[in-house]
């Protein structure tokens, strides 16, 4: 009855557009109206690149390509402190995760930043989306496995032949016992040309993980 009087006071609203949803979306987590649903362009299904020469991930999944709402809602989630939208950043890729052989998946880990970038952000995007992933599937959450030692230009900045070195050296694995023969999710906001991914693949089997599937919101192009 509480959350009911709440929402007349506090109607749900879709994260898009602001308009007022039905009575009964927030008890069935919906975050859009139906114009905005129609208006998302999922790219659904696993992508297999376990024999890809220049990949040290198994699997590769996400929700939305990189455009239209979807990268506005990114960029606002990421630069301007809208932390409540990894709630909905997280719900399709959950889903699809769901639907993937979950039982051979032993932890969800995120890429990490830099404590600089983190004093001055406030917080890891990947890593609330990674949480509520976590939550969603009930696959333990290994938090600091990953930590970034090294402060390096955003990739964001660079152009795809010089975003492969940008990435060298600039992670580290903590708990390797932990992750020895273990399979990992690997979360991120964003995948762009994949070398941060690839890097943090790389180290994560190099300590000893048994595989790696990797998990962002969206996928830009190209």
Do not use: W
């Not at 890593?127 to 939550?135: D, V």
């Amino acid at each position: 009855m509480f959350s009911n009087i709440l929402n007349l006071i506090y109607p749900n609203k879709c994260i898009f557009c602001k308009s007022i949803l039905d009575f009964y979306s927030l008890e069935k987590k919906e975050f859009t109206c139906n114009n905005c649903k129609k208006k998302l362009e999922y790219i659904r299904g696993v992508i297999n690149i376990q024999k890809a020469s220049n990949k040290h991930f198994d699997y590769f999944i996400c929700a939305y390509s990189y455009e239209k709402i979807i990268r506005k809602l990114l960029l606002d989630f990421k630069f301007y402190n809208k932390k409540h939208l990894c709630y909905f950043l997280a719900s399709d890729l959950s889903k699809i995760l769901g639907e993937f052989h979950l039982e051979k998946v032993d932890y969800i880990s995120y890429v990490p930043i830099s404590f600089y970038r983190y004093i001055n952000r406030g917080y890891n995007q990947s890593e609330l989306i990674a949480k509520c992933i976590s939550r969603s599937l009930g696959v333990p959450l290994l938090k600091y496995c990953l930590v970034k030692i090294k402060n390096n230009k955003a990739q964001s900045t660079l152009n795809i032949s010089k975003r492969k070195s940008n990435v060298n050296g600039v992670y580290k694995v903590l708990f390797k016992k932990a992750i020895k023969g273990k399979s990992i999710i690997l979360v991120d906001d964003i995948y762009t040309t994949g070398s941060t991914v690839n890097e943090c693949s790389r180290i994560l089997k190099d300590a000893g993980a048994k595989s790696i599937i990797v998990a962002t919101v969206a996928r830009a192009a190209g």
